[in-house]
């Protein structure tokens, strides 16, 4: 059937092409026959509509992509693309960040989305005024914060008016020198261009090639989840560039750089909570203990670990629970059950399948085919202990959180497994790697021939995959902007968000930690007690506007 197709003639990228269409034919299958009316199987509802709307949609776009691939009549030669890139790092940095902050301003409209994003965000704005916490006022903060956010993304204290966030606070801290610049949306782009930087030099490090240092470039940056993540204010692009530098370090572990790497780790650990970095380290430190001098190597690291490890975890925990206020503390003492167990579980049926839904998006969100290549790259490179490692993080990265109940809510991609994410195109980078050094095995027979097909299909969901995403990401920010008061007035002003008339319209209700600005959000669940909420800020303040998604309240004599 294919054999007068010129584009996969050659057996190798047969075998290929027709894997990935079929992997990608039965997701499609998959998606079509599971309903769609929202919230199936216990799944959070904008999970479920994500996966069963966007990345439906995407995969069809995956499969027109193939098909062009099968029908193209010649191949161009591509194979100095990955070398290019190798060659010209800096510059690939350069315009990644480039794209990439302005996808941010332009695609997300340099908005946080949820409140997984927000929270950083908040204390960023803290830290970058010269404080630890933010402060409302009392009376008003179930208006200003959601009630059912406090002590999940938001640590209160109603007897002082404190508020701080309730993750870690390393993502805030690299986020603070853009906030106070006034870009914060350029941070995740800037992490961005540094991650492909580090992943060429793991590449080359595991691989002695400039071709897979390249490749694995080229599968990064052409993947539709490393754009997404990287124009959004997720803390996803710190994990993926911290657990990168931390892998690095390690793969020639001196007394120097395993301190080195513990330093790293503990900012990975501390970004927001500890299982994304626990989770990717667990391996190394395995295989660490493992070698010749193995305790020293471990002591090392630990000793790494400890100078930023303390203050960001234990100071912090320490901080946020001295908000003085009893009422506080046993909230305090609440999320920590929380995290300790009610977040984890023994899996069930509706873990399984979300976990699932997050494997078959890690296969739609990047370039054709990755996970088979990082699969062949994993069995070529299984003599050398490093591609093990690194294949290990990546599995016990996924399994891990089969014993976590959410199933991310919202996110782009599947953003559990982004920590680990590296380990994918770098061993697909491997797959491919045109010769291999110093390491026994590694000199497995290579087709070449794969290579070409392979970066014209990564060009073409550069181009073609990314921006779909790019126009549903846009699409989407748009619609859930929309669902703000269509109010024009620049004056100072409260806007009342209506729970009743938005989808996930809390989400909207973010305010600066000082009520700084000209915009003050509240959200309305109960009409009841909105004139009294008000004017507990702005006694002066008055009804302007009205619409079917909230209020506008504020001095001016008339809506404008």
């Not at 997050?358 to 994993?378: E, N, Q, R, S």
């Not at 097909?453 to 990314?466: D, E, K, Y």
């Amino acid at each position: 059937m294919f054999s007068s197709l010129p584009v996969v003639r050659i057996p190798a990228v047969r075998r290929f092409y027709v894997a990935t269409t079929l992997v990608t034919v039965g997701l499609a299958a998959w998606l079509y026959v599971l309903p769609d009316e929202g919230g199936i199987y216990g799944l959070s509802l904008i999970f479920a509509k994500l996966f069963l709307f966007q990345d439906h949609d995407a995969v069809l776009v995956t499969l027109l992509l193939l098909l062009a691939l099968l029908l193209l009549p010649a191949r161009p030669d591509l194979r100095r693309v990955p070398t290019w890139m190798a060659e010209h790092v800096w510059s690939v940095c350069a315009g990644t960040i480039l794209v990439l902050s302005a996808g941010s301003a332009l695609v997300y409209h340099a908005q946080p989305l949820s409140m997984d994003e927000y929270a950083p965000v908040f204390q960023s704005q803290v830290f970058a005024s010269g404080h630890m916490t933010g402060i409302f006022p009392r009376s008003a903060m179930d208006w200003l914060i959601p009630p059912m956010f406090q002590g999940v993304f938001l640590r209160v204290s109603p007897v002082t008016g404190q508020v701080m966030s309730v993750y870690s606070p390393s993502f805030a801290l690299l986020l603070t020198p853009f906030t106070w610049l006034g870009v914060p949306w350029a941070c995740n782009a800037v992490l961005s261009g540094l991650t492909v930087v580090t992943l060429r030099k793991l590449a080359l490090d595991l691989f002695g090639s400039k071709e897979a240092a390249g490749l694995a470039m080229l599968f990064t940056v052409a993947s539709p989840v490393f754009f997404a993540d990287g124009i959004s204010f997720y803390s996803m692009t710190a994990h993926l560039l911290f657990n990168s530098v931390f892998a690095l370090l390690l793969l020639q572990a001196t007394p120097r750089r395993l301190l080195l790497a513990g330093v790293v780790g503990s900012v990975a650990l501390t970004l927001h909570n500890p299982l994304p970095h626990t989770l990717f380290a667990l391996p190394w430190v395995v295989w660490l203990a493992l070698r010749k001098r193995g305790v020293r190597d471990l002591a090392l690291l630990a000793v790494g670990y400890l100078p930023l490890g303390l203050p960001l975890l234990l100071g912090w925990h320490h901080v946020s629970t001295g908000l003085s206020s009893p009422a506080g503390e046993t909230a305090h003492a609440g999320l920590a059950n929380m995290m300790a167990t009610s977040l984890m579980s023994w899996p069930t049926a509706s873990i399984v399948l979300s976990r699932f839904i997050g494997l078959a998006k890690v296969w739609i969100w990047a370039v054709p085919g990755l996970l088979l290549l990082a699969a062949a790259g994993a069995w070529r490179w299984r003599n050398d202990p490093r591609c093990l490692v690194l294949a290990a993080s990546a599995v016990l990265t996924f399994a891990g959180y089969f014993f976590f109940k959410p199933d991310q809510g919202h996110g782009w991609g599947y953003r559990y497994f982004h920590s680990a994410w590296l380990a994918l195109p770098l061993l697909a980078a491997g797959a491919l790697s045109p010769r291999a050094t110093g390491v026994e095995g590694g000199t497995a027979s290579h087709d070449g021939a794969l290579t070409p097909f392979v970066v014209l299909a990564s060009l073409l969901m550069l181009t073609v995959g990314v921006g779909v995403r790019a126009i549903q990401i846009d699409s989407y920010m748009r619609e859930h902007l929309a669902q703000l008061p269509a109010y024009d007035g620049k004056e100072l002003r409260i806007v009342l968000i209506s729970q009743r008339a938005t989808s996930y319209g809390a989400d909207l209700v973010q305010n600066d930690p000082f009520l700084r600005g000209n915009v003050i959000r509240m959200f309305i669940q109960e009409p009841a007690g909105v004139p009294a909420a008000v004017r507990d800020l702005h006694p002066e303040f008055h009804r302007v506007f009205v619409d079917r998604h909230g209020e506008v309240w504020s001095a001016a004599k008339s809506a404008p």
